[in-house]
């Protein structure tokens, strides 16, 4: 796991003396990503305007090939070259192929299989490999880069257009793009927007004007000396597809059979290392899971597992992923977090975060990455079960919303939710109360906006609280930046995805499982993950997002994964074959912190400071008028407004490090 940054121009000035030094110093923002090595490349002709001119710059964490894994790396003639953060699981396979097409190879790393399967497939190697990565491959014959990420988000990829798009500036972080001069730190008000209705912000958006951020499943090629000028087109190498129709038809001790060969398989190839290697073990069925296939792929008693728990009851799951643990006979870690450790963390790693990200379970992620850092520097974990195996009870929310509509309730929806506002403001993890207002909330709009309410921050229609009214004004009026693929209204972006997925399935869950993966997984679960892993040098890895298990898990009928109010059937059938029966059936619990309650108590003074003060009152961006008011009933307990504040103050710590105007 690494990072990379780089730049493409046909402007000479943009590689006027300097720009070495220029990209060092991007390249350096990301040593925390990659500590152990680090490279350059420059490909500057003399005619920079006519061909175009490339620099790659690269930072590594070593995992595989410790030796000779060096990058930027290039074919054998030195004409295509390759920065690359990430893992490739099927390079042996893919290497085979490639050595007997007549490819040498110099390295044993991952990295090499893609500058040969660049000039072996061009565009189409992109959906041969199994793995998580950003990359950037310039190919120095046709003066053309093109620029990936991964089917699934795991790995980000910021970029910036300069010179009305004639330059590219890009990084595996937002920090790492901020840090070339010419990068403009102005906010982009659909970035803010996202943030406030996601939680995070929605790729290809960024927080910053002419910043975006690839999508996941997307590559970008940008062909320098193309005629006429420049040309940059998006291509979308990866999308969910209808249902495996041959998958489909398997009876269900067949399908279970698949899913067992093919999760055991997913966890073989993540187990690839030449470094110490762990498991984030929660004690829920996705981690137990992948725990106990790598513990029947090695010695249990050699495989560390890692656990954080919490002293408040309703958020401790410590003991579940001990049972496991004990069952497995694998080497446990535990740390227990104090409220202390947590509030003490607040306001550093909000200073820390790349780009705003408010899902305080960073907060234990963060703990955790540290914790298990100690020990190994690979880990796996149990991401992507409850997204493509229906886990979230927003699936079954959704069915009882259907009823809601069909019953002809909305006339009367007003009179429910004034009488849930009467409900006592509870401060438990998801509390019935704050599940109640949300589900009425969320019965407000239509399709796969109505899940963006229920799982995401605060709604549309309560924007106006907290926005300053001039940015607002610039939220409804059309802007065209340097990339025409970013949408202008992030709710029809919302309702043109969910109704072409839901085309492609059988019914509206296989649609909303491909929607959750898309924005809810990719831009929100994974950055946290990586977010909070890489601030340590870690690589995390995950199983369930192996396209092989994706494949099998779309095809699965609704019935296989929910019926009722149980959710991810299948991965429960398969867990009683393997796991404790304690642990397969109980309810399914968030990696939450009591964040409510925090910024009632210990939270507060810091938070109302933050948010009542100065920096608020100024800012171009925001009302502090609502803001205040939106404190203050949280503060008295008249209602729970943890999502928005916390998005809020995860805001006003980035743009006091970035000083986006």
């Known amino acids: ?84 953060n990430g893992e490739i699981y099927n390079h042996l396979e893919l290497r085979q192929e490639l050595e007997a097409a007549g490819h040498r190879f110099a390295t044993h790393t991952d990295t090499e299989v893609l500058v040969h399967g660049w000039e072996q497939w061009g565009d189409k190697l992109l959906p041969r490999l199994n793995g998580m990565f950003d990359l950037a491959l310039w190919d120095g014959r046709t003066r053309t880069l093109l620029l990936a990420r991964d089917r699934f988000g795991k790995k980000p990829l910021f970029v910036a257009g300069l010179d009305g798009g004639r330059t590219l500036v890009f990084g595996s972080e937002l920090s790492a793009v901020l840090a070339h001069p010419g990068v403009e730190r102005r906010l982009d008000p659909r970035g803010l927007e996202s943030l406030l209705l996601f939680d995070y912000v929605a790729s290809p958006h960024a927080l910053i004007q002419d910043v975006a951020t690839l999508e996941p499943g997307t590559a970008w090629r940008f062909e320098a000396a ?35 060969r093919r999760i055991a398989k997913a966890v073989e190839r993540r187990l690839m290392a030449d470094v110490p290697l762990g498991i984030f073990l929660s004690g829920g069925i996705d981690s137990s899971l992948v725990a106990w ?32 643990a004990r069952h497995l006979g694998t080497r446990h870690h535990e740390r227990i977090l104090s409220p202390l450790a947590c509030l003490q963390l607040v306001p550093d790693l909000l200073g820390k975060l790349d780009q705003p990200l408010a899902d305080a379970s960073i907060l234990p992620t963060w703990f955790l990455s540290k914790f298990a850092r100690e ?59 704050f599940q109640i207002k949300r589900f009425l909330g969320g019965l407000r709009y239509d399709g796969g906006m109505r899940h963006v309410a229920w799982i995401g921050g605060l709604e549309p229609r309560q924007h106006a609280r907290v926005l300053h009214p001039d940015l607002q004004a610039r939220l409804s009026q059309p802007t065209r930046g340097v990339f025409p693929w970013t949408s202008e209204d992030l709710q029809t972006e919302i309702s043109q995805t969910w109704h072409e997925w839901r085309a492609l399935g059988r019914d509206d869950m296989d649609g909303l499982a491909a929607l959750y993966a898309r924005y809810y997984l990719g831009d929100g679960v994974l ?104 404190v203050d009933e949280h503060v008295r307990g008249k209602a729970d407004h943890r999502k928005v504040l916390w998005a809020l103050l995860c805001f006003v710590a980035w743009q006091e490090r970035v000083r986006a105007s």
């Open 1 to 84: 796991m690494c990072g990379i940054v780089g730049l493409v121009s046909v402007v000479p000035s943009r590689f006027a003396p300097g720009v070495d030094g220029k990209l060092v110093a991007m390249r350096d923002t990301l040593t925390h990503r990659g500590p152990d090595d680090a490279g350059l490349y420059l490909d500057i002709p003399d005619d920079i305007a006519g061909n175009g001119a490339c620099g790659l710059a690269f930072r590594r964490l070593s995992i595989l090939d410790l030796s000779t894994g060096h990058q930027p790396l290039s074919n054998e003639d030195g004409t295509v070259w390759v920065a690359f």
């Open 226 to 260: 193309a005629p006429g000028g420049p040309q940059l087109t998006r291509l979308r190498w990866y999308e969910p597809s209808a249902p495996d129709a041959d998958l489909a038809n398997l009876n269900d001790g067949e399908s279970l059979a698949e899913l067992d």
């Open 293 to 324: 296939y790598a513990a029947r792929l090695r010695p249990a008693a050699e495989l560390d597992t890692f656990a954080i728990g919490f002293d408040d009851a309703t958020f401790d799951e410590s003991s579940h992923a001990r049972t496991v």
């Open 375 to 433: 020990q190994v520097t690979v880990a796996l974990g149990g991401d992507g079960g409850d997204e493509w195996f229906l886990g979230y009870p927003t699936f079954y929310a959704h069915h009882v919303g259907r009823l809601w509509d069909h019953l002809g309730m909305r006339p009367l929806q007003p009179a429910f939710e004034a009488m849930a506002r009467h409900l006592p403001v509870s401060r438990g993890n998801l509390s019935l109360d």
């Open 527 to 630: 950055q946290k993950v990586d977010r909070a892993s890489m601030l340590h040098s870690l690589e995390v890895r995950a199983p369930l997002l192996d396209p092989d298990v994706v494949q099998l898990a779309r095809a699965l009928p609704t019935r296989a994964k929910l019926r009722g109010r149980t959710t991810k059937i299948a991965l429960r059938r398969l867990a009683e074959q393997k796991l404790p029966a304690d642990i397969v059936r109980r309810p399914k619990k968030g990696f939450g912190v009591p964040l409510a309650s925090w910024l009632r108590g210990p939270l507060k003074a810091w938070m109302t400071d933050q948010l009542t003060g100065e920096t608020v009152r100024s800012s171009p961006h925001l009302n502090a008028q609502g803001i205040a008011a939106v």
